[in-house]
């Protein structure tokens, strides 16, 4: 085979139009597989020559000429053309170039659409760690602003309302929840994206003899995918991938939109620092919570990748078809996009400032008790319509007055309900409305600190989980 002709020449009279090799190239983007397609190729060697198809000494060249190249594509000074399509032509060209016709014996058994599934599914393995590695920093991050200001009392909000008081750590400690569940999804996906396809050849399997349970043990896969047909026409794990990906920017989003009212001057609960916030450019004033924006914008652009990827493999016929070959820059972007987000939704926190004492006057004006002064009556064995709605009457009638309920006198609240008595006073106090929500999960403080434990010791866990997780070759 001459230097830049095509894998396929044999086949063809005519060159390859230039326009088309521009348009069907795809090495701008899956050059970003190329260290899993050497890693790749240097086990589908190795279980080449387990098979005798390949001799020792061709194995040690080709081993040796794939770290090279890896050094060369790592170092920046490979050199990429159109002529050779993408990311596993070049490779497999340039280490002609340099050890010769072994080079050639490397796609014995094997075909593109196997060796492309292969890399994806060795990408994504990877970058599902980092991911759920940037998760555990986005809950410290929680954690550590909840437990610096433990005791805030800020409005929980309906309908953007206020609505009933919660501790901060408690509001913080949701979107701990949010996450720990994306961090479950990425590790549950971990178990279907670990299978190797390589070996499924271009659809139907391979005449050679490799043991692909061989391959399988070196790249540190949990089994290998039974159908060769499925092997190389799925994708569902980009697809997962992205899906998950999705929540988990939802979840930041929506973070961040509360970081945005939180900081503006209407609420200004939280202060941001300087060094995460941005500037105008014509109003010597503003400070902006940029980074905020830019997640929640982002968002967008994730749920995007999800659609293009969906949309992609809708009605697809089996097998391989070149569509496929969009896959990567939105499941690229995607993974990217979520992992900034993630590592700079956590440094966002870590310069957060909370403005304990703005909360609490949001949170002891607007009848946040009012719920309070129903659960009182009913309480003491009203029907809780009937409390809610004598309550309502004096909420109605301490807001003509410009007063909170705690301002109106007995005389003033019995007129409500004669079983309203001076105890009430305290039960209304923004500290023993919030201490007496005891009900699992609910916002008292006792319930808060413990959950905040709770919360600290399952990222401790998390982390040491994935400090164990390797992908390691496994017992050969
Ligand atoms: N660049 C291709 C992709 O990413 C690799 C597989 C090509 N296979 C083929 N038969 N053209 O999808």
Redesign the pocket.
Known sequence: MKEQEKPWQGRFDEATDKLVEEFTS?HAT?RHLARHDILGSKAHAKTLARAAIISEAELAAILKGLDEVGKEIAAGAFKWSDAL??V?MHIESRLFEIIGDPAHKLHTAR???DQ?ALDLRLYLRERIVLVQRLICDMQDALCALATKNISAILPGYTHLQRAQPVLLAHHLLAYFEMLSRDGERFDQMLSRVNILPLGAAALAGTTFPIDRQYTANLLGFDGVAVNSMDAVSDRDSAIEFCAAASLCMAHLSRLCEEIILWSSAEFGFVTLSDSVSTGSSIMPQKKNPDVAELVRGKTGRVYGSLMALLTLMKSLPLT?N?D??ED?PPLFDAADTLCACLAVTARMIDNTKVNAEKMRRAASQGFLNATDLADYLAAKGLPFRRAHHAAGKAVAFALAQGKELEQLSLEELTRFDKNIQKDIYDFLTLESVVSRRKSIGGTAPQLVKKALAQAKRQIAKERRLLEKLSFEAKGQ
């Open positions: 795809s899956d399509e993408d596993h075909s593109r659409n492309v391989y070149r496929m070959q990567k």
